[in-house]
């Protein structure tokens, strides 16, 4: 069964048009913010130097299902989940709730790469070793304090 990872956002004002609706690019905010709170939650960042480049976790796809609309001031969870991890790739998914309603679906898949601080260019690899180990330390002690199901 995976682990679900959670992060409590809320709306601000900022976020929303003039009607206090939220404005559709602010929830792939939300996933992202969410993404970088669960990596760091690994004791990851999503840009880490490695020799002489930095290890990035660039988009290759990104998606989102709206089902309500949220407005200024909501407190929303996003729930984040594994859903496949490759040799070079992850994907997540990403629900959205304010209280118990779903507001929103989303995924994102990305590729590990190592980015060339010279010419600025990406090449795909390997996600680093020890990711895995501190994946599944991190949800086992999660799930022992009960943050995760």
């Known amino acids: 069964m995976p682990s679900e990872f959670l992060h409590r956002r809320r709306v601000e004002f900022a976020e929303v048009d003039s009607g206090g609706v939220m404005h559709f690019a602010?929830?792939?905010r939300f996933m992202e913010s969410a993404e970088h709170a669960f990596f760091?939650?690994?004791g990851l960042r999503v840009f880490e130097r490695e020799g002489d480049g930095t290890v990035a976790w660039p988009r290759v796809r990104a998606t989102c299902t709206y089902q309500a609309p949220l407005h200024v001031d909501d407190e929303v969870d996003v729930r984040v989940i594994v859903a496949s991890k490759r040799r070079r790739a992850v994907e997540l998914w990403f629900a959205i709730y304010?209280?118990?309603e779903r507001v929103a679906l989303g995924a994102f898949r990305n590729v590990c790469v190592m980015l060339?601080?010279?010419t600025g260019t990406m090449k795909s690899?390997?996600?680093p070793s020890g990711?895995?180990?501190r994946?599944?330390?991190h949800t086992s002690e999660l799930?022992?304090?009960g943050l995760i199901s």
Do not use: K, M, T, W
């Open 26 to 28: 602010n929830y792939f």
């Open 40 to 42: 760091r939650s690994l």
């Open 98 to 100: 304010r209280g118990e």
């Open 116 to 118: 060339d601080p010279l």
């Open 125 to 127: 690899r390997d996600i």
């Open 131 to 133: 990711v895995d180990a």
């Open 135 to 137: 994946s599944e330390e």
């Open 143 to 145: 799930q022992s304090r």
